[in-house]
């Protein structure tokens, strides 16, 4: 599980990086705000923790961000502000989850597992080749590495792996991105788009195979 750390207390942040290393996390961490900002825009991670008070861009408003691009991310307010009206202001901006200071790590480690266990999904298909998707977080990962994908790239990889073996239509992707975004493709973007995702799946033992005049299908290469 990777976790995102925010807290500008170094002391309290190394402590916190070995517990959590040892209960098994991958832990990066942010000093302040507009790293933390940074790193989940960049990089995909299974929960976080975030400090209210961080320098530069405080954990609020590094929470509000958060909800508007990863809305079912689990979070976890970290903060000395103990007052009714700070947690209720967390828990409004969009928190899972509210710990203050100080704490037990105990608390905080169970606090974070059972909100892991309520958000993650039961399962996750992985296919042959090491491709894994997450359909709750829209993130893909080939052997562990996770993949660049744009929006309609996700979109069309899900159907492509809900739908592995059988053939996909070119009006049953339009519809897909119609739902998804509120716009469909037209000319050749799909063949774009296969294009595209036929190279960022090199190296995984997939072929998205081109059926003449009906679409595509995800098999296993040959």
């Known amino acids: 599980m990777k976790l995102l750390l925010a807290e500008d207390d ?31 825009h960049k990089q995909p991670f299974d929960i976080a923790v975030l400090d209210i008070g961080l320098p530069m861009l405080d954990g609020l408003a590094v929470l509000q961000q ?10 976890v307010l970290l903060t000395a502000r103990d007052a009714l009206a700070d947690r209720v202001a967390g828990l409004q901006a969009g928190a899972d989850d509210y710990v203050t200071k100080p704490f037990d790590f105990p608390e905080l480690l169970a606090r ?25 977080s829209r ?14 790239e996700w979109t ?3 159907l492509l792996v809900l ?14 991105w119609s739902d998804d975004s509120g716009e469909t ?11 595209r995702l036929r190279r960022k799946l090199e190296g995984a033992s ?6 003449r005049g009906l679409g595509y299908l995800l098999e296993a290469a040959a």
């Not at 739908?163 to 897909?176: L, M, N, P, S, Y």
């Open 206 to 211: 997939l072929n998205i195979r081109t059926v």
């Open 66 to 75: 958060v909800r508007q691009h990863q809305p079912s991310l689990p979070v």
């Open 139 to 152: 993130r893909a990962l080939l052997a562990g590495t996770p993949l660049e994908l744009s929006g309609r």
């Open 163 to 176: 739908q592995r073996d059988k053939v996909v239509t070119k009006e049953q992707i339009h519809q897909a």
């Open 10 to 40: 170094a002391m309290l942040a190394d402590a916190l990086q070995t517990q959590l290393g040892r209960a098994g996390f991958e832990v990066e961490h942010a000093p302040n705000g507009a790293v933390a900002d940074y790193l989940l």
């Open 156 to 158: 069309l990889l899900e």
């Open 185 to 195: 493709g037209g000319g050749n973007s799909i063949e774009v788009y296969i294009h």
């Open 112 to 136: 974070l597992h059972a909100l892991l266990r309520r958000t993650q999904p039961a399962s996750t298909p992985t296919l042959a080749g090491g491709l894994t998707l997450d359909k709750v």
